[in-house]
């Protein structure tokens, strides 16, 4: 079966869709993304991501769109590529909702809102459980100064993941004036002193709903968070330092630049939050 995709209102296979060459996502960027996972037919955090998508809509500016939508697209976009009930156990959606095409290549748009691009897709989430955890490179965060907008223009996210993956490394932490930020695809958290302590939302960084999750998870057991600019001798020398992300929710880290970080422990912070967010998330008993 074809994978069924939403392009402007209709459904069709992926390999059909097209988008004019003088949309503004394509000459420029200038769009804006979500994406949320799906756990065996149940939409996570729908809601957040929801809210995050109308708020990066309006910090651009792209009109004509509402992000409530977003869960109609899913729905629909569920029911068309899982007929017959025929359903892989985790999807993640992307969506993605340009200004729209323009007459003229122009990086002033017009003052008259252009009816926006929306496209959206689905693609099955298999993963190895447990995942083994992550090595990672740190590099230069050289990134616009609107992280916190969930922006199609990733090239210095892309020039990040591919500089750690000839690495040999799984993610790129990123380091701007000695203050770790976050990865290229995920949030960066360190525990030290049984504290987890995470850069605080700004500019800098993406407002992650697995970011959110993990907080909410570290307060209900008890865990100390302090949301704090993270310099790097600390990154380097925490007990525990791990990731956190839609797609990966909470990642372990096993080294930085090639040094291997303490190995994972049963009692240990990160197994406690890992445990929690899968139970969370696949709506299973939480553990004690």
């Known amino acids: 079966m074809k994978q069924i995709t939403y392009l402007d209102g209709q459904l069709c296979p992926l390999d059909e869709a097209r988008v004019p060459v003088l949309d503004r996502g394509f000459l420029f960027g200038d769009g804006v993304y979500e994406?949320?996972?799906?756990?065996?037919?149940e939409w996570f955090r729908m809601r957040d991501h929801i809210e995050r998508f109308a708020r990066s809509l309006d910090e651009v500016g792209i009109e004509n769109f509402d992000a409530n939508w977003m869960e109609g697209i899913a729905r629909d976009l569920l029911a068309a590529n899982c007929k017959g009930g025929k359903m892989p156990p985790d999807l993640i959606?992307?969506?993605?909702?340009?200004?729209?095409?323009?007459?003229v290549r122009s990086h002033v748009y017009p003052?008259?809102?252009?009816?926006?691009?929306?496209?959206?897709?689905?693609r099955s989430m298999a993963r190895t459980d447990p995942e083994p955890a992550a090595?990672?490179?740190?590099?230069?965060?050289?990134?616009w100064g609107r992280c916190d907008i969930k922006s199609i223009a990733l090239m210095g996210h892309v020039m990040a993941a591919n500089q750690a993956s000839r690495n040999g490394s799984d993610e790129a932490i990123l380091i701007r004036d000695g203050v770790v930020t976050e990865g290229s695809c995920t949030n960066v958290a360190v525990v030290i002193h049984g504290q987890v302590i995470t850069h605080p939302e700004s500019p800098r960084i993406l407002s992650g709903v697995s970011r959110k999750v993990v907080l909410e998870l570290c307060r209900e057991l008890g865990i100390p968070v302090v949301e704090r600019p993270i310099r790097k001798d600390e990154l380097l020398n925490s007990s525990e330092v791990f990731l956190m992300g839609t797609t990966h929710e909470v990642w372990p880290v096993a080294s930085i630049d090639g040094k291997s970080l303490p190995p994972e422990t049963p009692n240990g912070i990160i197994r406690k939050l890992k445990d929690r967010f899968s139970a969370l998330a696949r709506r299973e008993p939480l553990p004690e």
């Not at 994406?35 to 037919?41: E, I, K, L, Q, S």
């Not at 959606?93 to 007459?103: A, H």
């Not at 003052?111 to 689905?122: A, Q, R, S």
Request: aromatic letters at 8%.
């Open 135 to 143: 090595a990672v490179t740190l590099i230069e965060d050289r990134r």
């Open 111 to 122: 003052l008259e809102p252009l009816k926006p691009t929306v496209f959206g897709m689905l």
């Open 93 to 103: 959606l992307y969506l993605q909702v340009t200004r729209g095409s323009d007459v």
């Open 35 to 41: 994406v949320v996972r799906c756990y065996r037919g």
